[in-house]
């Protein structure tokens, strides 16, 4: 809301509340957009009922930036998300926890559960369901026999009695899905970009989504301002920027991204060798190793190879810890070698499939 009152501040931005139905299009290029708006109360005579109102908008670049169910995002750049869980989201009031004011990321037998305060009275629970998952499944009772019988034991004694009063309305909490969409170069079409999580998306356990969403603004004003392209009716001058775009966004966006997949695989971590990385990840920030991965994620630091140097630091971590637990204690531990070596070889393997596909996404 701040930000839509950001831009009905600006003299240059007329708003329009109306549903773009779709675009318009001449000769290949986009021109602009046909909407569908509802009539409002002042519009219509007393008696009259409900209409849409069709118009059409004409520019000589159209954005669209139309979120995660975007419907002109495979049209134009011909990908479809790839969702593999979503968050069901519940609302907690009174909910006492401490440390208050920081997230909390909770993790037991449930997948990974989100906390963080929204308000005076009120904290935001986001749980993470995969849509493959067993334990969710009808016959076991859906979601909410879910959350009832996997999540809820796995939260803190002092948050479940505010989580067991968000569920007493019987209803199946609101979801959204948790999509991860790799970077594309921009569409061919002419007259037209896709911007936004119709562009690219991460699974949010993270919260990244504005701030690559931020950093694309400020990336592309400098591209497309009147200096670098005077008339955004060059189409030619439009998609040498884009190819730009590509490029520079990088340095931040696959750093967001890739944390946010590699994190989100850790902390739902559903084998033996993903709990070891999971437990090396902790000690990891136990031992102070915080200021960089921070700076990583909150987008204050644009060094993609720190973050890898981050990520196998905390896998050879993970693999010491691992030998250490199967090795020490006895004189006998040294017979464990062998096993300790294949067990190590097995986690750096899982660190990277965890990392590299991601961040081979990111690269080009
Ligand atoms: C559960 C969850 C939690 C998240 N938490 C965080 C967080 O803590 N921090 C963070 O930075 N990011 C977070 N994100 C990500 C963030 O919300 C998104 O990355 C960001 O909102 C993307 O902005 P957008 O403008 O591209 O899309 P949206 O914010 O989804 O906006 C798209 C808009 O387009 C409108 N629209 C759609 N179709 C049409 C149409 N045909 N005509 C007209 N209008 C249309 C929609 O109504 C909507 O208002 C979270 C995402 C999820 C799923």
């Known amino acids: 809301m701040q930000l839509r009152r950001a831009c009905l501040s600006h003299p240059n931005i007329s708003v329009f509340e109306t549903e773009v139905t779709e675009l318009v299009q001449k000769g290949g290029e986009v021109l602009g957009v046909k ?35 975007s419907k002109f995002r495979e049209p134009l750049l011909g990908k479809r998300p790839v969702v593999k869980s979503k968050f069901y989201a519940l609302e907690l009031i009174d909910c006492d926890f401490p440390p208050q004011f920081y997230g909390h990321v909770c993790i037991g037998d449930a997948s990974v559960v989100l906390l963080y305060q929204i308000g005076s009275r009120e904290t935001r629970a986001l749980i993470d369901v995969p849509l493959d998952c067993e334990a969710a499944s009808t016959k076991r ?13 796995a939260l803190p004694k002092s948050v479940q009695p505010s989580v067991v009063r968000a569920l007493a309305d019987g209803k199946i909490p609101k979801s959204m899905p948790n999509s991860w ?30 701030t690559v969403a931020f950093n694309d603004v400020l990336v592309l004003s400098d591209l497309l301002s009147p200096e670098k392209v005077p008339s955004l009716s060059d189409h030619a001058a439009v998609a040498s920027a884009m190819s730009t775009f590509h ?4 340095s931040l966006t696959s750093i967001i991204n890739v944390l946010a997949q590699a ?15 999971q437990r090396g990840c902790f000690r990891y920030f136990q031992m102070g190793r915080t200021e960089e991965p921070v700076a990583l994620m909150g987008g204050m630091m644009h060094r993609p190879l720190v973050l890898a ?56």
Not at 143 to 152: A, K, T
Not at 197 to 210: E, F, Y
Not at 263 to 277: K, N, P
């Open 35 to 69: 909407t569908r708006t509802n009539t409002t109360d002042k519009e219509r005579n007393v008696g009259e009922k409900k209409e849409k109102k069709e118009e059409a908008f004409f520019g000589q670049l159209t954005i669209v930036a139309d979120g995660y169910a």
């Open 141 to 153: 009772g859906g979601v909410r026999g879910y959350i009832q019988n996997v999540v809820l034991p």
């Open 181 to 210: 969409l790799p970077p594309t170069k921009q569409t061919a079409t002419p007259g037209v970009l896709v911007l936004g999580d119709a562009h690219n998306m991460r699974h949010p356990l993270t919260g990244g989504g504005m």
């Open 247 to 250: 490029y520079r966004r990088k």
């Open 263 to 277: 994190l989100y695989s850790l902390f739902a971590a559903d084998d033996w060798q993903l709990r070891a990385l």
């Open 309 to 364: 140097r981050h990520f196998f630091t905390v896998a050879f971590l993970a693999i010491w810890m691992n030998t250490v637990e199967l090795c020490g204690g006895s004189v006998f531990g040294v017979l464990m070698l062998p096993v300790a070596v294949l067990q190590a070889v097995m986690i750096l393997w899982k660190a990277c499939v965890v990392f590299l596909p991601v961040f081979g996404t990111e690269l080009w």
